[in-house]
């Protein structure tokens, strides 16, 4: 029996308005805590612009005492700084205020074309600034049907192992993403995801066994309220990455609840 901590991520994508973001983040955070209760990590990912009032939001709720929810951002750039237009670097989410940010995004790597090795870049960039990066793997639907979802997982996974070792995931957070299941209503059944946190755990600790058992994996595709429990209880799943039920408060909630 391990005692990680579980953690439920909210991706926002680019959805919604700065006030729109600023009433979910406070609906969020004006949760009560109740101590004892065990709740899971809590992290939201705003778009970049959205951040900082989010940051002040979530600042404020914490002072009062209510649900402690961290900042994280959607994608970094792998470069540390310089004439990198439109890019935002490590650094920079930092002084925002993120704790974490995402990489390798399935929504990433395919529609602007990041290779692993670009990942595991700014992975790597995203640590060295005190960023806990969640790396993000996963296998299309083709992928799954030619029954290549290990060899994929485990591909997108060495580029980063090549880069920074097991070590590297002292403190960081791996994601199993299947592609067909993001934003697509058909989640990964719960023996399904287990499979395949088994096999990342153990890849793990071919290298690192202290390592391994204390790495969260969380999975994300299409969870929600009604499906978040059956997922969390097994025992190689930590947690969720959640796309489009993070945007409803009352949703995202009921997915915190069910950790
Ligand atoms: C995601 O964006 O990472 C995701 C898992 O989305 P959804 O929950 O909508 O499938």
């Given amino acids: 029996m391990t005692d990680r901590r579980r953690i439920v991520a909210g991706n926002w994508k680019m959805h919604g308005s700065l006030g729109a973001a600023r009433e979910l983040a406070g609906a969020l955070a004006a949760t009560a805590h109740e101590p004892g209760r065990g709740l899971p990590e809590v992290i939201v990912f705003p778009p970049f612009p959205h951040l900082d009032a989010v940051r002040r939001v979530l600042e404020d709720a914490e002072s009062a005492g209510t649900l402690a929810v961290q900042l994280g951002a959607q994608d970094v750039s792998s470069q540390g700084e310089g004439a990198h237009t439109g890019d935002v670097s490590a650094g920079m989410l930092a002084d925002c205020g993120c704790s974490h940010v995402l990489v390798g995004h399935s929504e990433r790597r395919t529609a602007f074309r990041e290779s692993d090795e670009l990942v595991a870049t700014k992975f790597q ?43 590297g995931f002292t403190r960081a957070v791996l994601a199993y993403e299947p592609v067909w299941a993001i934003g697509t209503g058909h989640t990964a059944t719960p023996e399904q995801a287990q499979e395949v ?25 299409s969870v929600n309220g009604a499906n978040a429990a059956a997922l969390f209880a097994q025992p190689d799943i930590d947690g969720g990455l959640v796309g489009g039920a993070s945007l409803d408060a009352k949703e995202f909630l009921r997915i915190i609840t069910a950790v």
Wanted: charged fraction near 25%; charge should be neutral; proline fraction near 1%.
């Fill in 125 to 167: 960039r995203a640590a060295d600034q005190g960023l806990i990066p969640i790396l993000c793997v996963g296998e299309t639907l083709r992928e799954r049907e030619a029954e290549r979802t290990g060899e994929i997982v485990l591909r997108q996974l060495a580029a980063v192992m090549e880069l920074c070792g097991a070590g």
């Fill in 197 to 221: 946190h088994a096999l990342l755990r153990g890849e793990i600790a071919r290298t690192d066994a202290k390592i391994s058992a204390g790495l969260r994996i969380l999975y994300g595709g």
